[in-house]
């Protein structure tokens, strides 16, 4: 490992290139080193300027950590490889989310809390692996920004934040008939979070307890403290630790914020990467210009916003389509989740886009 000097094109984001885009890359270990040189290769004459390399899932981390248990130094063989492929390399982290079991038994308290009164550690809303931290916590925040840190101890491009958020209240509408259920309003079983951390602070503020309240979720003032909270921790925390170590940081966020508690229009991120997933919302391709449109103009601070593109739901015309339409709604270019779902047909198509 080496330590890494500030990027030389840590001006990008200031200087708006045309376009920059992305891909997610799911962990693939085992692939050997001349394989990835090719994989590189390709994405770059296909277009793709930039990497988000998955490092941390929760659970393991994909380099030689001292803090988190480790599934193999998978990192530290790509960014010599990216290097040399002329690709920026941005480590992707999950944020919130942790299956880490010794945090558990040592550390249940930092575990997000329904309405009901039940944690995310035993009883995880809609999939075993939404355990989530509760962001109201200094303890959440300092492991969070320890792994943050640790990662800018390489010579990587950014840090790229994940589930920087709440679990979802309400999913995104074409997943209802995945998990079987109608979410016409906030239940309570996935409305989060309730634990006594987040209830002191909002009564230290001079507000009752959200548990008296006879319609929690009619009340803007909690609405608007669990936004804070993200934000807080963001702001705060995980930009300053990689802004002082001269990484760059970005995050996959929602577009559909307020059912995460996910402000993103505030944070003080290098660069912004919507997760425009339409078939998720039940929309079409007209919809993914829409929202880049809205993004951009509803962040405090200008910022690049690059389109996240989910490939499984498009074929490689409506790739092209969807490419067009990110651009002229005002992105800088698009992130493809994931590099597993291009085809071949997907990437020429990315070529003459």
């Avoid at 309405?115 to 009883?123: A, C, D, H, I, N």
């Avoid at 959440?140 to 792994?147: L, S």
């Avoid at 079983?189 to 209830?199: A, V």
């Avoid at 804070?228 to 002082?244: C, G, R, W």
Wanted: net charge negative; aromatic share 12%.
């Amino acid at each position: 490992m080496g330590l890494a000097a500030t990027p030389q094109h840590l001006w990008a984001f200031d200087k708006r290139p045309a376009t920059k885009n992305w891909v997610w890359i799911t962990p693939d270990p085992a692939a050997a080193d001349e394989m990835w040189v090719q994989r590189f290769a390709d994405m770059k004459a296909a277009g793709i300027d930039a990497i988000l390399l998955e490092v941390y899932n929760g659970r393991k981390a994909y380099w030689g950590s001292k803090r988190l248990p480790v599934e193999t130094e998978w990192l530290e063989r790509m960014i010599p490889l990216a290097k040399e492929a002329e690709l920026e390399l941005h480590a992707w982290m999950w944020t919130m989310p942790c299956l880490i079991p010794e945090i558990h038994e040592k550390h249940p308290e930092w575990f997000n809390v329904n309405r009901l009164g039940q944690s995310s550690l035993e009883k995880p809303a809609y999939v075993p692996y939404y355990k989530f931290m509760c962001p109201s916590r200094d303890e959440v925040h300092e492991f969070i920004r320890g792994t943050v840190a640790e990662l800018c101890e390489y010579a990587i491009d950014g840090v790229h934040l994940d589930y920087v958020r709440h679990p979802d209240v309400i999913l995104a509408k074409g997943l209802w008939p995945k998990y079987d259920i109608v979410q016409d309003k906030e239940y309570p079983q996935y409305d989060y979070c309730y634990c006594e951390s987040c209830r002191k602070q909002f009564v230290d503020a001079g507000n009752i307890d959200p548990l008296e309240i006879d319609d929690p979720t009619k009340s803007q003032a909690w609405r608007q403290f669990r936004y804070d909270l993200v934000t807080n921790m963001v702001n705060n925390k995980l930009i300053p630790e990689a802004h002082k170590n001269g990484k760059l940081i970005t995050a996959a966020v929602f577009p559909n914020w307020e059912m995460v508690r996910q402000e993103w229009r505030l944070w003080e991120l290098d660069a912004v990467l919507p997760m425009l997933y339409h078939s998720f919302y039940l929309e079409d391709l007209k919809w993914v210009k829409q929202q880049c449109q809205k993004g951009i103009e509803n962040m405090v601070a200008e910022k690049p916003l690059y389109s996240g593109l989910f490939v499984p739901a498009l074929s490689p015309e409506e790739l092209a389509q969807a490419v067009k339409l990110s651009l002229k709604g005002g992105a800088q270019g698009v992130s493809l989740f994931s590099y597993g779902a291009m085809t071949n047909a997907h990437w020429a198509a990315l070529k003459k886009s």
